[in-house]
């Protein structure tokens, strides 16, 4: 069920990015549709925006999944060309476009390569902004009028640019965190079966290895010394009496799990989850198996504080119940000012 919930909130996390990023190129967009200076601009800007879109979202859900650096350049080189290619026919709002690039280059590129790209690309917004902002000569203090626009220009890529990087950084992060949880779930898995293989080979394994012996045996002394036959096969029954008793018990320690490790897990439950915990043992020990009382009163406490929201630190440990058994309790630790 949490790997479910895990899955879920990686698929949203991605759906939610890619939307964003849709969204910024419709809002570069917008200015140049709503307010075209020159006729025909804004026909420009529609179709370079249907070319490069495919191509951003292509990229966008590649970087967040991992894809080869090969193919996420070769959409990079594509969206860059159809942007820079109309920069001077789709009008004086299409340098917003610029700042596609900035997020692109930032999460495409690798530092300090990134930085460089991002200057430049930086420099070319400024450019083109000034270039197709039309201040009168004559105009009072149009030397600052230029200046603050550039400084606007400037500013508006690099914000823009930044915020749509880090969303990116954020989803493929998630995602690999939870690629990290499946790779450990799985060697904890493999670890653990390798454990419980080479437990058995060394027990019931030889066990079993002896009694196919010793049955080859008395088979061959059964014709000429029936006695010493009988002999081998009642040993044989022993020690397959024993081997049954062995590997019961060996099922029975793989069925119960130590109280002090089901703590373990829950703390480590608990930190996963953003609360400190930390599991304080009593001075009298802990018995040695999971008592059915205790692993009932531990389900619904770690599920109180997950659900607590104020609650970011705390400790688990094992106290007398209210009938005299024994029972989890949770010691809040929180700093409440």
């Known amino acids: ?32 549709v709503m307010s075209p200076v020159v006729p025909g601009r804004a026909a420009i800007a529609i179709a370079a925006t249907a070319l490069y879109l495919p191509l951003y979202i292509a990229l966008v859900n590649g970087t967040i999944r991992g894809i080869g650096p090969r193919r996420s350049g070769w959409l990079l080189a ?7 290619a109309a920069m001077p026919f789709a009008g ?11 997020g692109l280059a930032l999460v495409v590129i690798p530092p300090p390569w990134s930085l460089g790209v991002v200057a430049a690309l930086t420099a070319v917004a400024v450019l083109a902004t000034v270039a197709w902002t039309r201040v009168p000569a004559g105009a009072a203090r149009a030397d600052f009028a230029v ?68 049955s080859q045996a ?9 006695e010493a036959a009988a002999q081998a096969l009642r040993a044989v029954t022993g020690r397959s009496r024993a081997a ?28 996963a989850g953003g609360i400190r915990a930390e599991v304080v043992l009593p001075d009298s020990g802990l018995p040695a198996r999971m008592p ?19 609650l970011r630190e ?6 007398a119940g209210a009938e005299g058994g024994l029972a989890v309790r949770l010691i809040d630790r929180t700093a409440r000012g």
């Open 292 to 310: 059915q009382e205790v692993r009932a009163s531990l389900r619904p406490v770690v599920a109180r504080a997950l659900a607590d929201p104020a």
């Open 147 to 214: 200046r603050g626009i550039a400084v606007f220009a400037a500013l508006n890529t690099l914000w823009w640019g930044i915020s749509l990087a880090v969303l990116v950084w954020l989803a493929r992060i998630l995602r690999q965190v939870q690629a990290a949880r499946r790779e450990l779930a799985l060697r904890a898995a493999v670890a653990e079966r390798s454990r419980i293989d080479a437990e058995l080979t060394g027990t019931i394994g030889s066990a079993l290895d002896r009694i196919v012996a010793d």
């Open 1 to 32: 069920m949490a790997q479910e919930s895990a899955d879920r909130l990686v698929r949203l996390t991605t759906a939610a990015v890619i939307t964003w990023n849709v969204a910024l190129a419709v809002k570069c967009l917008y200015p140049t």
């Open 92 to 102: 004086a709002n299409w340098p917003l476009a610029v700042t596609v690039l900035v």
């Open 218 to 226: 008395a088979a061959r002394a059964a014709p000429d010394d029936p």
């Open 78 to 84: 594509g969206v860059a060309v159809v942007i820079m």
């Open 314 to 319: 705390c400790a688990l440990t094992v106290q």
């Open 244 to 271: 049954l008793l062995q590997a019961r018990r060996m099922l029975s320690g793989y069925r119960n799990v130590s109280l002090e490790a089901e703590l373990q897990a829950a703390a480590a439950l608990l930190s």
